[in-house]
Every structure is written in C-alpha cells, then in structure tokens.
C-alpha cells in the first residue's frame, strides 16, 4: 500500500539525505520524481497526488500567502525561491499543464563551491589571472539547463567576495544563493521583487557604484546591448546563455540582434568580451554523482581578430591550439577526465557525439 502525504517539507527532508538528487518534480495525478545523477526516477513509496494534494503544496510553496497563489494562477506560471525548514534553498517553478498544477524544484547547494573543486587547476588559474582579475569585461558562463551554470558563477562572485573590496550587483531570477558580504559589498536583486526587469535594474546599475554585475540570464535584445554597454563603461560584468558550445555562444549573443547590427556587435564584442566558458554535467565512472565538463574561451588577439574580420568558424581551431593559455576545448577536456579515471570512454563517446564536435 503506497502512501500519500501532504508536507512538502517531509518530502525536503528525504531529498536532503542524498547529495545527488538535484530536482523534484510533483505533478497533481502523479507519482513524485526526483533527478538523480541526471536520470529522472520515480519514487514509489508514494502514491499519486491528488488535485488537492498539489495545491496544498504550492500554496505551502507560497508561504502561504494568498495573493502570491492567485497570481501564480492568473499569470499560469512563477519563478521564485524556497528555503525549506531543513535550511535547504530551492529554485521552484510552478506551472500548469493540460490543466493541472506542477512544480519543478532545483536544490541549491547550501555553502558556494570551491573554484578549486569544480575544474581543472589550468584553467582555474587561467579564470582566476585572465577574468576574476580583471576590471572590465564581458564573460558568459554557458550550457544547457541543469548543467551547473549557477554553481560555477557563484564560485567565481565568491572569489571575487573573498578577495577583491569590490561592489557585485546581481540581478536575478529569482535569487538562489543568498552572499554573505566579506570583502566585496554585495547588493542582490531579484526580479519582481527588487525590480521589475533585467533592463531598469541594469540602466539603474550604473548609479550603483558598481564593480562587478551579474546578470542572470540574457534573455533579449535590451539585456543583450545593456551588458555590451556596462562591460564597455569599464564594469566586468557576468551573465549566461543557454548553449552548447563557446564558439555557439556567440552566435546565439549575435541572434538577439537585427541583422544590420550584426557586424557592429562583432566589432563590440572584439573589444569588450573577456570570455565564454560553457560546461555541461556527465556521469562519473564511479557512479557517485555527476560531473562538469569544460570548455573556455578567452578572448586573446587572434580571438579578437576573426570576431572583426567575421571568420566565426576559425575559433573552435583557435581554442584546440591555445592550451598554453589555460584554453580548452570540451573535447580536450574531457579526455583529461577518462585519463584519470573519473569518467568512461563511452561518456566521452556520448559527449563528442552529443555535440558534433
């Protein structure tokens, strides 16, 4: 007899116990799921949920607050964060489908990781010299949903905290990990609640005194040239794309704009982009969980050169060749994770074959 439950938090307190759960998934009229080491199972110990059932939880979701939930209905949708009673940060999605209510709940990881834990030291230290250094730039953390992209920028805001005195402005949504300022002043703002978009909060930035911005997600053509203009006005600025690939990103940076444009945001971005570092998440061969593979780019002479000549297909060459400067290929790299055991040859198979590269 399966059972069926009402506490979202008790639900919390199962996931907790294991690190490799990354995303809960309760749908009215079906059993709860959860993402472990990136496959999606079910869990049956609990039976359907009800359509009362699921709104008891999205209202608990809601703190229970009323307007919170009647506008989530009216608008069909909602993003924002969660701590569970455990001291557990989620990012929560709610929504409808074929007319019925769902979530899908992203655990955050409760401390920043550690840079030193997440990639190899080449390019940690070319990270750390070349961006985290820097006092301008544009730089793009890249990669599909679920692929670490906020793990990894959070690391980076929290080397730049631990050691620069620094103003970091991020503009999110919705906020996921809460800084605890130390050396740098950290001002954090989220969507709907802060502001009411990337665009007013980035224009209102410049009145900040900022050093450092994060902007969430680029998203349109009005996020798109304002992160252009604050890494020109000498901010270094972080932001993400979903993409596959550095060489893709930009590309997909170009799409945003009209197609007359495109040569002058080239000509911009030669001057003014620090780097692209994409990243995706593959099994271990232990089994234990998941983990990053990385490509970066870095915005170096002959980078800078294709951008304002327009020869986008020499760049994936460029990376291959410039491992003496801390660039990588996701290639590359992830043939330095099967050398030290930590992933299969069929994942790296799976990988490069993913990605046509």
Do not use: C
Not at 26 to 52: C, H, M, P, Q
Not at 295 to 319: F, G, H, M, W, Y
């Amino acid at each position: 007899m399966h059972k069926f439950w009402l506490d979202i938090e008790e639900t919390f307190a199962l996931v907790a116990k294991n690190p490799n759960i990354s995303d809960l998934h309760v749908s009215a009229w079906e059993r709860l799921a959860y993402r472990i080491n990136g496959e999606l199972t079910r869990y049956e110990d609990f039976g359907e949920v009800s359509d009362e059932q699921m709104e008891i939880i999205l209202r608990q979701l809601f703190r229970n607050n009323p307007q919170r939930y009647d506008k989530f209905l009216a608008d069909k949708e909602a993003d924002f964060a969660y701590l569970s009673k455990g001291g557990n940060p989620y990012r929560v999605n709610a929504f409808l489908k074929t007319g019925k209510l769902g979530a899908v709940l992203r655990k955050i990881d409760l401390e920043p990781r550690n840079l030193e834990d997440i990639m190899f030291q080449t390019q940690l230290q070319s990270i750390k010299d070349n961006i985290l250094q820097a006092k301008k730039g544009l730089f793009l953390v890249t990669g599909p949903t679920g692929a670490g992209k906020s793990t990894t920028i959070v690391a980076m805001l929290e080397e730049i905290n631990r050691s620069q005195p620094y103003h970091i402005i991020s503009i999110e949504d919705p906020i996921e990990y809460i800084f605890k300022p130390k050396k740098s002043l950290i001002s954090q703002r989220e969507l709907g609640h802060d502001t009411w978009s990337f665009s007013n909060a980035i224009k209102s930035a410049l009145r900040e005194d900022p050093d450092v911005i994060f902007v969430g997600e680029i998203r349109n053509v009005e996020t798109a040239e304002a992160v252009l203009d604050l890494a020109e006005t000498g901010h270094l600025v972080f932001s993400t794309l979903h993409t596959n690939s550095a060489p893709s990103s930009i590309n997909r940076f170009l799409s945003f704009f009209p197609s007359d444009m495109q040569l002058g945001i080239l000509d911009r971005l030669g001057d003014s982009l620090s780097g692209i570092l994409s990243q995706t998440l593959v099994k271990k061969k232990d089994g234990l969980g998941r983990i990053a593979v990385f490509e970066l780019l870095l915005n170096n002479t002959a980078v800078r050169n294709n951008l304002k000549k327009r020869t986008l297909d020499q760049i994936p060459n460029i990376i291959e060749t410039s491992s003496q400067t801390g660039m990588v290929s996701t290639k590359q790299y992830a043939r330095k994770l099967q050398e030290r055991d930590l992933i299969s040859q069929e994942e790296v198979d799976q990988l490069i074959n993913s990605r046509f590269l």
